[in-house]
């Protein structure tokens, strides 16, 4: 299976854990020395990403409504911790 953020360990592609990556743009946002109006070091979290994304798609493609629905915490199939969740739960 393709893997969006992967690593080669051996002859193996393996997924980064949510942690390695989370560590990963921490330290590469934290690298860039950008800070805020008030000075502190820039923080990224999942909601920004989302934002991006719907911005993105917006500007590219013209159209909101897809990119919003997929990018919605409402939207059917959602990575909501509840979703999160229950997929992981054995049935």
Known sequence: MPLLFQRD?????RALTPTAL?????????ATGLTDAGGEPL?????DFRRIFV???TTSSG??????ATAS???P???TP???HSRNSPS
Do not use: Q, W
């Not at 360990?9 to 592609?13: C, F, K, L, N, R």
């Not at 923080?43 to 909601?47: A, G, I, L, T």
């Open 77 to 79: 199939g959602a990575l």
């Open 63 to 68: 159209e909101s409504s897809a990119a919003t």
């Open 73 to 75: 915490l409402d939207a």
């Open 9 to 13: 360990i051996g002859t193996e592609h």
């Open 43 to 47: 923080v990224f979290s999942p909601h």
């Open 55 to 57: 911005t993105d798609a």
């Open 82 to 84: 509840a979703a999160i």
């Open 22 to 30: 989370r560590k990963f743009l921490i330290n590469a946002l934290a």
